[in-house]
């Protein structure tokens, strides 16, 4: 055990400067106006513990990290709380951890220290094994916590040191969650109500989150702030036979983050379909509803489904952040090329663009995005949706209700006397919706859609085996984009490896040495070696060649022959420069384009 000392700025400072992670004049900024800025941290920042009148803590790294220096002969990078942690461990000679809560079990961070102890302490327990019990601290010198946990407990205590915040982030999200799921499950045999709210609710802050509210209520709010935190895009509620499991999609890849109790399930679902507005009676039958809510200041929208299976009712949540919805079109990942020819497209005044790929390919955000670069006060925008995705003042949106007869095509039948200037289809699923929407493009209105195709060309007999005659595509198609979303190296555990022969041939590439990036896997990709997605697309420019050829019984082979005469790119060819550019890796490349 190390020796009693205080953790204070002025010892942080001082190891941190013996470490070149701060110059002389960093340090003496720090000194100077540490305590300053630790009493301004404190006043702004919300009690550990709502009910009581305790201050907050405001930890030396935490101080140190908000004047966000930059670390000496590293350009642009900042001295992190994380960073400062690492070095005041390796100072007390004790292992870093920086916690990753989806590895976590339930169990054994809630089963050893009471809650309030945990926060009082900033402690938690991480790890168990062949009776060891592995605890991370903020505080190395806090020997009092860690000798009342021994005595108290009985148990054998391996100390690894984390930074602060990460710690209260897991004793507020497990504690809360494992503690609102069995409080539930006691009440399960008597009844739960559940009141009424609106659809859009204010999610709480962590303080406001009471042991005396309804239990189900708790958790599933205390599910979303998890959600939100690890920047997940679904919510997997799935009830199987004597458990149901919460599972969260990171990157586009599935995580297990919870197992509850079945009782829980049908209360939990049933809170979950009276804040979307669905029928909580129907339980035969698909529904979806819609949440709406604030995180971190800003708006998020939850698109909600709810499925009958074997064990129950599925329940898959989608977040729409609006940071990733809407976006600016040069963020989005075109080339020069792509970029200017798909600007050149929606800068047309009539005819449509395509946009094709499978079910999470970013179809969505591209459509989105593109009508955020359209809209301005002087053009009508309506979009027709199934659901409306995420609801944004500037657009007309128009859900379509299949069970009254509000479909695409009877919309797009009427929309035209809402003086539209652009026209968003969400999907061309059959004839009817095909030919409605060549019709706008033929009156002058320019439409965007979607279709369900592998690549660009094939959009072309997609439309074909519709129903749509060939001079009427030919006269009204404008260009047609194929996308898919490749997973983005972590730029933390980066490497460089080269490719094997095998590779190169696969790819089909000049035979020579080739080196690529790939993720090592780390704490802040959570072993994935990735983090964060990119776009790759395919753009199809509708050119008179292309035009020329077109007939009813065109070959595929033929159009592919001609589009990439133009110019075209397809997605294989995109996504290798990708990697050879180090923003993805071969595994991503091969699993992405076949």
């Keep these: 055990m190390v020796q009693k000392k205080l953790l204070t ?59 966000n220096v930059e670390i000496p002969g590293k350009n642009n990078t900042i001295l992190s709380e994380d960073a400062i942690t690492e070095a005041i461990a390796a100072e007390v000679k004790l292992p870093y951890v920086k916690i990753d809560p989806l590895k976590l079990k339930l169990d054994v961070v809630t089963a050893h ?49 984390s ?37 859009y609710f204010k999610l709480r802050g962590h303080g406001e989150i009471e042991a ?25 509620i799935e009830p199987k036979r004597e458990k149901s499991f919460v599972r969260l999609r ?33 339980k035969r039958r698909p529904q979806d509803g819609r949440i709406k809510t604030q995180y971190k200041g800003k708006e998020i929208e939850l698109r909600v489904s709810a499925l009958p299976v074997a064990f129950g009712e599925k329940i898959v949540i989608r977040i729409f952040d609006p940071e990733v919805l809407l976006q600016d079109l040069d963020h989005l990942g075109f080339y020069p090329r792509e970029y200017q020819l798909y600007n050149a497209f929606i800068r047309r005044p009539n005819g449509i663009i395509l946009v094709t790929g499978p079910t999470g390919s970013g179809k969505t955000t591209t459509l989105y995005s593109s009508l955020k670069a359209l809209s301005s006060p002087e053009v009508n925008i309506v979009s027709i949706e199934d659901p409306i995705e995420m609801v944004i003042e500037e ?21 035209l006397r809402q003086d539209p200037d652009i026209i968003m289809v969400g999907e061309i699923r059959d004839k009817e919706t095909a030919e409605n929407a060549v019709q706008s493009a033929l009156t002058g209105h320019l439409v965007l859609s979607t279709l369900h195709t592998n690549d660009a ?43 094997t022969e095998e590779e190169i041939e696969h790819l089909q590439l000049v035979k020579k040495p080739i080196k690529v990036n790939y993720g090592e896997g780390c704490v802040e990709c959570r072993g994935t070696g990735y983090r964060g997605r990119t776009a790759i697309f395919e753009i199809m420019e509708f050119s008179d060649k292309v035009r020329a050829s077109l007939s009813d019984k065109v070959e595929l082979s033929t159009l592919y022959d001609l589009a990439k005469a133009d110019g075209m790119v397809n997605l294989r060819r995109v996504a290798v420069r990708k990697m050879l550019q180090g923003i993805t890796t071969y595994d991503e490349v091969i699993a992405m384009t076949g």
């Design 395 to 415: 657009f007309n949106q128009i859900g379509i209700q299949p069970a009254i007869g509000v479909t695409f095509a009877t919309i797009l039948r009427n929309i």
């Design 212 to 236: 005396t509210d309804q239990h189900i209520v708790n958790a599933v709010e205390l599910l979303l702030h998890y959600a939100f935190d690890q920047r997940a895009s679904d919510i997997h």
């Design 163 to 199: 930074s602060k915040n990460d710690i209260i982030k897991i004793v507020r999200e497990f504690f809360g969650f494992r503690a609102s799921v069995a409080a539930a499950e006691a009440e399960i045999p008597t009844s739960i109500e559940l009141s009424n709210l609106e659809q």
């Design 250 to 282: 990171i990157d586009g890849v599935l995580h297990y983050i919870h197992t509850i109790p079945k009782s829980i399930h049908p209360p939990l679902v049933s809170r979950i379909k009276m804040l979307s507005r669905m029928d909580i009676t129907e």
């Design 9 to 67: 700025i002025e010892f942080v400072a001082q190891l941190l400067l013996k470490r070149g992670l701060l110059s002389r004049e960093q340090y003496e900024e720090i000194i100077v106006k540490g305590n300053a800025q630790k009493a301004k941290l404190q006043k702004y920042q919300e009690p550990l513990f709502s009910r009581r009148l305790q201050p907050y803590i405001v930890s030396p790294a935490e101080v140190i990290s908000s004047f």
């Design 113 to 161: 220290v009471p809650r309030p102890f945990a926060l009082r302490h900033i402690i938690v327990p991480i790890d168990e094994k062949d009776g060891v019990v592995t605890v991370a601290v903020a505080d190395p010198f806090n020997l009092e916590a860690i000798e009342s946990l021994q005595h108290t407990k009985k148990m054998k205590i391996k100390l690894v040191l």
């Design 457 to 499: 060309p094939s959009s072309i007999i997609r439309l074909l085996d519709l129903g749509v005659p060939s001079f009427l595509i030919s006269s009204t198609i404008i260009g047609i984009v194929a996308q898919r979303l490749v997973r983005k190296i972590c730029p933390h555990c980066k490497k460089e490896r080269k490719l």
